[in-house]
C-alpha cells in the first residue's frame, strides 16, 4: 500500500461530471497532493456531503490520473453515490487518498496482460492500461456484461466483449470468453491476468487461473467505512500460507491480492 505519510485528505473541486451509461458516472477531481503519488489499483475515500447524511465516506477505485486530475468512475446504487453523481462543477468533496496497494506490474514474469472486467470492474482499468502500457507490456481488456448496456468500454483498447444474452460479443460470461481466448492469448508473450468485478466473478477467475496455472491478480471489492483499517469493516477471509483460512483487512492488505489467496 502507499506510504502513510503520502495519505492526504483534502478538499477537492469537482472538475467535471460526465455521464457514461444510464447509471455510471466518471467524475473529475482537482486534487494534485492525491495524483502525484496514485498508482493502478489504488483507491480513493469520497465524502460525498458535507453534512452527516450519509454518515460515512464511500471507496472509489482511481480511473485515471491526468496531470493534477483523478477520474473515479461511479455507479449510482444508493442515496450516498446519486447525491455524489448530482454534484455541480465547481463545488467540493473531501478526499482520503491514495489508499490501498496497487498491482504488481514491475515483474518481468509476463509479457502480456490480460485485463478481465465485469460491469464496474472496469473502474481501475484505465489507469492500469496507460500504466502498463507506458513500461512496454502488450495490454488486452476482456470485459463483460449481462448485456451490451452494461459494458463499460470508455477509452480501453484491445477490447473483446462477452454478454450472457449474446447483445455485444461473445455470448457468455468474461470467464469463459477468457477459456476461449487463451490459446491464442498465450501465443502472444506470457500472460499475467488482472481482474476486477463483482467478487463471485473473481472467484471464478481465481479457480480458472489456478487451474491453468496462470498468473493472476484480483481487485475485490467490500464496505469501506474509514478506509486506513480502524473500522475492521471491510475484513475478508483469504487463504493462509498454512493452507487454513486468515482474515485481511482489504484497505490495508488489498484491495488487490494474488488470486491464488481465493483458489478452490
Do not use: W
Given at each position: 500500500m502507499p506510504e502513510t505519510n503520502s495519505i492526504v485528505d483534502i478538499r477537492a473541486t469537482v472538475v467535471q461530471i460526465r455521464r457514461i451509461s444510464t447509471a455510471v458516472t466518471i467524475i473529475t477531481l482537482d486534487c494534485p497532493a492525491i495524483a502525484v503519488t496514485a498508482k493502478p489499483g489504488n483507491f480513493v475515500n469520497v465524502k460525498?456531503?458535507?453534512?452527516?447524511?450519509?454518515?460515512?465516506?464511500?471507496?472509489f477505485s482511481i480511473h485515471n490520473v491526468r496531470g493534477s486530475l483523478i477520474d473515479i468512475m461511479v455507479?449510482?446504487?444508493?442515496?450516498?453515490?446519486?447525491?455524489?453523481?448530482?454534484?455541480?462543477?465547481?463545488?467540493?468533496?473531501?478526499?482520503?487518498g491514495p489508499l490501498g496497494n496497487s498491482f504488481d506490474i514491475a515483474g518481468k514474469e509476463f509479457d502480456t496482460a490480460i485485463l478481465l472486467s465485469g460491469g464496474i470492474g472496469t473502474a481501475p482499468m484505465l489507469f492500469l492500461e496507460k500504466t502498463l502500457a507506458a513500461k512496454?507490456?502488450?495490454v488486452i481488456n476482456l470485459i463483460g456484461g449481462q448485456s451490451k448496456e452494461d459494458i463499460l468500454a470508455g477509452e480501453l483498447s484491445n477490447c473483446r466483449f462477452a454478454t450472457d444474452d449474446g447483445s455485444a460479443g461473445f455470448r457468455g460470461n468474461v470467464v469463459e470468453l477468457l477459456h476461449?481466448?487463451?490459446?491464442a492469448l498465450k501465443k502472444e508473450g506470457r500472460p499475467k491476468v488482472f481482474?476486477?468485478?463483482?467478487?463471485?466473478?473473481?472467484?471464478?477467475?481465481?479457480?480458472?487461473?489456478?487451474?491453468?496455472?496462470?498468473?493472476?491478480?484480483?481487485?475485490l471489492e467490500s464496505v469501506m467505512g474509514c478506509g486506513i483499517?480502524?473500522?475492521?469493516?471491510?475484513?475478508?477471509?483469504?487463504?493462509?500460507?498454512?493452507g487454513g483460512l486468515r482474515t485481511i483487512l482489504l484497505c490495508r492488505e488489498g484491495p488487490v491480492i494474488d488470486a491464488k489467496l481465493l483458489a478452490v
Open positions: 460525498v456531503n458535507d453534512t452527516t447524511l450519509p454518515l460515512l465516506r464511500r471507496p455507479k449510482s446504487i444508493g442515496p450516498g453515490t446519486t447525491l455524489f453523481c448530482d454534484r455541480a462543477p465547481g463545488s467540493t468533496v473531501m478526499v482520503l512496454g507490456k502488450k476461449s481466448e487463451l490459446a481482474a476486477c468485478g463483482p467478487n463471485a466473478m473473481l472467484k471464478a477467475v481465481a479457480r480458472y487461473c489456478h487451474e491453468q496455472q496462470l498468473a493472476a491478480e484480483v481487485s483499517g480502524i473500522c475492521y469493516g471491510c475484513s475478508v477471509e483469504v487463504k493462509s500460507p498454512d
